[in-house]
C-alpha cells in the first residue's frame, strides 16, 4: 500500500498550489480521502474529505471557499486545489484513505505560505 503526496512548496500569500495524491495496493475507488495538515508545534486536523463516489465532500471551515477537494479513480489520485492561500495555511499537508478498520497514510508535502 502507497499514498504518495506531491505538489507542495513555497507560495506567496494569495497565490495557489494543487496537491495530488496517487495510491496504490489497495481499492482506492472503494475508500473515503481526507486531506490532513499539521503546522508547526500544532495538532493534525482535518483539512477535506470526499466520499469513495466523489459524491459528498466536506471542509474545515478555515478553508471552505479557498480548497477544493476531487478525485480520479481512473488515475487513483486525489487532489487539493488550494486558492487564496493564507500563512496560516503553512503546513505538512497528509493524504490518508479510509474504509472502515483500513486507514492508510501518506507521507506529507510541505506547503509554505510566505512573502
Known amino acids: 500500500v502507497q499514498l504518495v503526496e506531491s505538489g507542495g512548496g513555497l507560495v506567496q500569500p494569495g497565490g495557489s498550489l494543487r496537491l495530488s495524491c496517487a495510491a496504490s495496493?489497495?481499492?482506492?475507488?472503494?475508500?473515503?480521502m481526507i486531506w490532513y495538515r499539521q503546522a508547526p508545534g500544532k495538532e493534525r486536523e482535518l483539512v477535506a474529505i470526499?466520499?469513495?463516489?466523489?459524491?459528498?465532500?466536506n471542509y474545515a471551515d478555515s478553508v471552505k471557499g479557498r480548497f477544493t477537494i476531487s478525485r480520479d479513480n481512473a488515475k487513483n489520485t486525489v487532489y487539493l486545489q488550494m486558492n487564496s492561500l493564507k500563512p496560516e495555511d503553512t503546513a505538512v499537508y497528509y493524504c490518508?484513505?479510509?474504509?472502515?478498520?483500513?486507514?492508510?497514510w501518506g507521507q506529507g508535502t510541505r506547503v509554505t505560505v510566505s512573502s
Open positions: 495496493g489497495f481499492g482506492f475507488s472503494s475508500y473515503d
Open positions: 490518508n484513505a479510509r474504509r472502515w478498520v483500513s486507514d492508510y
Open positions: 470526499i466520499t469513495s463516489g466523489g459524491g459528498s465532500t
